[in-house]
């Protein structure tokens, strides 16, 4: 059993699948084994957005979210034995860095990963940006140096995705483009997994949270590779 293996972290429970569900099924493919991490447990996304604080209650989106993580990882091909959920709150991964860091910092000494996935440093959430911060310290810490790709939920969270796009433009060549064609039925599959985001799924929802999965479904899945 000395398969090589990845980690993808993921501030929310659907962030892997959005970023970089391509290229986690292109790697298994290749075969690595992939390990994700699922930092916060995602339940504000409808008290935030939707206005909507019971049916579902934040308690219960956790629930749905979580299976539906689950459910979309082992589409793409990622068995539930390799999902942690380090179930921070959803908004709280800021307040939350050092305690977080030490939770990475015990799962790389455990796992010797030859590539990181994690997300983008200039990516508007605030848990995104943590995010980078807690895997970026605890790499440093550690002194491991597996490759480390950043990849950035563009289309999500805020309306700034041109922003990042030309931000991310000027630094070409750092960028990694991964070809993920040949696993985008997967990708697309898994994303329907996510049904909280893209059905309705609440009597008091009028709309998905997001409903153009085109947008979503590119060929290329992009990485800014750190030096
Ligand atoms: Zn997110």
Redesign the pocket.
Known sequence: MNEKKIIVF???P??ET?GCGGTIAKKIEEGYEVLIVVMTD?RHAFTKMLGIYSDPTPEELKEIRKEETIRAAAILGVPEKNLMFLEFEDGTLEENEEIAEERVIKILKEINVEEVYF?YEK?Y?P??RAANRIVRNAITKLGVSPKRYQYS?VH??GRIGPIIDAILDLFKHCIIRVDVSEFLSLKDRALREIKSEFFIISPKQKEPLWNDMSKILKKVERFYLDK
């Open positions: 993921a501030p929310h659907d962030d959005w995602g997300p990516d959430h848990d995104h939920i999500k969270h």
